[in-house]
Antibody, heavy 122, light 108 residues
């Protein structure tokens, strides 16, 4: 069974940093692209970043580019999101999501974690 | 940047058909995926590559995509279908994954 478990969320002051982790199990992690998607309270889904299976291709939403860094450790079956220079508008539940199948950038997101809440407030 | 527009809400009586649209410039040339999200839960993929259904998703869910509009159709709507629905594409011109604005489906 595919499992994705996020951790690392919490309360942080504006300008601060936080590192999210996503522990994956139940599949060959190194074969799939992975993604971060966030959802602000009461709002819709917003894609944050994607990373290919071997980390060769990395993409960011304009809203986080230059502040957030996605990475993965295939030996540890883990996905990360380093978030720097956090702003109030980064407050959201952050979901880790796996591509539905090994494929290109147009792949759907087939498996999601339960999310971790990041709150940016003074 | 590429924009996907959905109606904020759709209301439907049980047993009837709900149609949720997703508008985007020449969206028919892209692959569209649809997600269902119930309150307090993570999204679930219900339709991928315009019209394919993951295993476990009822046949009542179907999709189509042509021109400037993609559509998710839910036939014989049940109370359990009440949720938010999001369309999504990959915009190759910007290398961005794009989600639609979301539609809340209410079962009357």
């Amino acid at each position: 069974e595919v499992q994705l478990v996020e951790s690392g969320g919490g309360l942080v002051k504006p300008g601060g940093s936080l590192r999210l982790s996503c522990a994956a199990s139940g599949f060959t992690f190194s074969s799939y692209s992975m993604n971060w998607v966030r959802q602000a309270p009461g709002k819709g889904l917003e894609w944050v970043s994607s990373i290919s299976s071997s980390s060769s291709y990395i993409y960011y939403a304009d809203s986080v580019k230059g502040r957030f860094t996605i990475s993965r450790d295939n030996a540890k079956n883990s996905l990360y999101l380093q978030m720097n220079s956090l702003r109030a508008e980064d407050t959201a539940v952050y979901y880790c999501a796996r591509d539905f199948m090994p494929c290109s950038t147009s792949c759907p997101l087939g498996y999601w974690g339960q999310g971790t809440l990041v709150t940016v407030s003074s | 940047s590429y924009v996907l527009t959905q109606p904020p809400s759709v209301s439907v009586a049980p047993g009837k058909t709900a149609r949720i649209t997703c508008g985007g410039n020449n969206i028919g040339s892209k692959s569209v995926h649809w997600y269902q999200q119930k309150p307090g839960q993570a999204p679930v993929l219900v339709i991928y590559y315009d019209s394919d259904r993951p295993s476990g998703i009822p046949e009542r869910f179907s999709g189509s995509n042509s021109g400037n509009t993609a559509t998710l159709t839910i036939s014989r709507v049940e109370a359990g279908d009440e949720a938010d629905y999001y369309c999504q594409v990959w915009d190759s011109s910007s290398d961005h994954r794009v989600f639609g604005t979301g539609t809340k489906v209410t079962v009357l």
